[in-house]
């Protein structure tokens, strides 16, 4: 199976400042057939489901506020809040779907300082 | 709009069975793939189960593989998930997910909408 291991745990960060958080794959997440990494992040905010935030790496989902960005490639990915929001407290996970079966980072714990 | 409702869940001893169903709309419920995925008390996210759109084919994460049985019924747009000789680390909330994108074989899908939860908790 692939880990997926995110980076940090948890983080505060004073409202407005960014929010960096990481996920390392033990192997590549690029999906040959159609060249892109099928790596994924997710929001949960405390008390609910989680709700798909990027996909194939860098796509925001719909309705996703532009704060929110993925970059990364092979088996290094990052989601940036650019400015955060009081609205924002939750814990992220990144999932990849590359290789069966899918499986998600522990999760970071992201908090206003 | 998509929603996905899941019921079925409560307090079952260890070895019991359990029935979880999702009712779902505002989207070709046939043509989808559908997860579900769990998450115990305090924990992460942990996929469980997928079936393909017209149920033919299913995946099961290890830990449930032999004991969880998910099907569909497509003319009522429900999933379930039979959860039979459940043990206490079972005990979790179970999200029924619209499957998004797949690949390989249909197994390994990203989870595009997801329910709000249904607890089953494996108790004596």
């Known amino acids: 199976d692939i880990v997926m291991t995110q980076s940090p745990d948890s983080l505060a960060v004073s409202l407005g400042e960014r929010a960096t958080i990481n996920c390392k794959a033990s192997q590549s997440v690029l999906y040959g057939s159609s060249n892109r990494f099928y790596l994924d992040w997710y929001q949960q905010k405390p008390g609910q489901a989680p709700r798909l935030l990027i996909y194939w790496a860098s796509n925001r989902e719909s309705g996703v506020p532009d704060r929110f960005s993925g970059s990364g490639s092979g088996t290094e990915f990052t989601l940036t809040i650019s400015s955060l929001q009081a609205e924002d407290v939750a814990i992220y996970y990144c999932?990849?779907?590359?290789?069966?079966?899918?499986?998600f980072g522990q999760g970071t714990k992201v908090e206003i300082k | 709009e998509v929603q996905l409702l899941e019921s079925g869940g409560g307090l079952v001893q260890p070895g019991g069975s359990q029935r979880l169903s999702c009712g779902a709309s505002g989207f070709s419920f046939s043509s989808n793939a559908m997860s579900w995925v769990r998450q115990a008390p305090g924990k992460g996210l942990e996929w469980v189960a997928t079936?393909?759109?017209?149920?033919?084919?299913?995946y099961y994460a290890d830990a449930v593989k032999g004991r969880f049985t998910s099907s569909r019924d497509n003319s009522k747009n429900t999933l379930f998930l039979q959860m039979n000789s459940l043990r206490a680390e079972d005990s979790a909330v179970y999200y029924c997910?619209?499957?998004?994108?797949?690949?390989?074989?249909?197994?390994?899908?990203?989870?595009?909408?997801w329910g709000q939860g249904t607890r089953v908790t494996v108790s004596s």
């Open positions: 079936v393909s759109g017209t149920g033919a084919n299913t």
């Open positions: 999932q990849q779907y590359s290789t069966f079966p899918p499986t």
């Open positions: 997910a619209k499957a998004g994108y797949c690949s390989g074989g249909g197994g390994s899908c990203s989870f595009e909408n």
